[in-house]
């Protein structure tokens, strides 16, 4: 069984950076396809990155040059780098698992997904 916790949301000001942290218990982590989602209330949860079991990424347009997503294998963590953060980047932000190398940023193709991080940007 996967276990997910993610750690690192927070407030910050516009233009602000913060690092997301997910930690992973069970599961091989290496061979997964992992990512980043995000979700504001009264909106669907929208893929913001994702990272392949051989370091290939893919980010959505709306974080292309401000976020970085990296993993450790050895500590078994996925980050989320997110640099010149805006107000519209607020939300909460989820990491998941899909358990299989084909990695899309797809939100049906995951099967664990951590309980969430909340970021706050402020003008």
């Known amino acids: 069984q996967v276990q997910l916790v993610e750690s690192g949301g927070g407030s910050v000001q516009t233009g602000g950076s913060l690092r997301l942290s997910c930690a992973q218990s069970g599961g091989t982590f290496r061979s997964d396809c992992m990512a980043w989602f995000r979700q504001v209330p009264g909106k669907e949860r929208e893929g913001v990155a994702r990272i392949g079991s051989d370091g290939s990424t893919f980010y959505e347009d709306f974080v292309k040059g401000r976020f970085t997503i990296s993993k450790d294998n050895a500590q078994k963590i996925l980050y989320l780098q997110m640099n010149s953060l805006k107000v519209e980047d607020s939300a909460m932000y989820y990491c998941?698992?899909?358990?299989?190398?084909?990695?899309?940023?797809?939100?049906?193709?995951?099967?664990?997904w951590g309980q969430g991080t909340q970021v706050t940007v402020s003008s």
């Open positions: 998941a698992v899909r358990r299989d190398e084909f990695c899309r940023l797809d939100l049906s193709l995951f099967d664990y």
